[in-house]
């Protein structure tokens, strides 16, 4: 059996990212351009999957920025 190759992809700047983590090395990256639904997304997500859930924030093209959903969703 072959092994599973990564996806690998750049990341947008100006997009909201968040990851969750299906199991053993199984990452799945998701990302939305508007704050407000990328924050309703994360939101969402938690409910399902709880602590594998999470949010990276903001790509600016270096580092992610607006990483504090809790600070986001209070300002929104």
Same mark, same amino acid.
């Given at each position: 059996?072959?092994?599973?190759?990564?996806?690998?992809?750049?990341?947008?700047?100006?997009?909201?990212?968040?990851?969750?983590? %299906?199991?053993?090395? $199984?990452?799945?990256?998701?990302?939305? &351009? @508007? +704050?407000?639904?990328?924050?309703?997304?994360?939101?969402?997500?938690?409910?399902?999957?709880?602590?594998?859930?999470?949010?990276?924030? %903001?790509?600016?093209? $270096?580092?992610?920025?607006?990483?504090? &959903? @809790? +600070?986001?969703?209070?300002?929104?």
């Amino acid at each position: 059996m072959s092994r599973r190759s990564l996806k690998k992809f750049d990341f947008g700047k100006g997009i909201y990212y968040f990851n969750i983590n %299906k199991g053993a090395n $199984s990452n799945i990256t998701i990302k939305r &351009v @508007e +704050k407000a639904k990328a924050i309703d997304a994360y939101k969402s997500y938690v409910k399902s999957y709880q602590d594998k859930v999470e949010w990276l924030g %903001k790509w600016d093209g $270096s580092k992610f920025i607006e990483s504090d &959903v @809790e +600070k986001l969703s209070k300002a929104s």
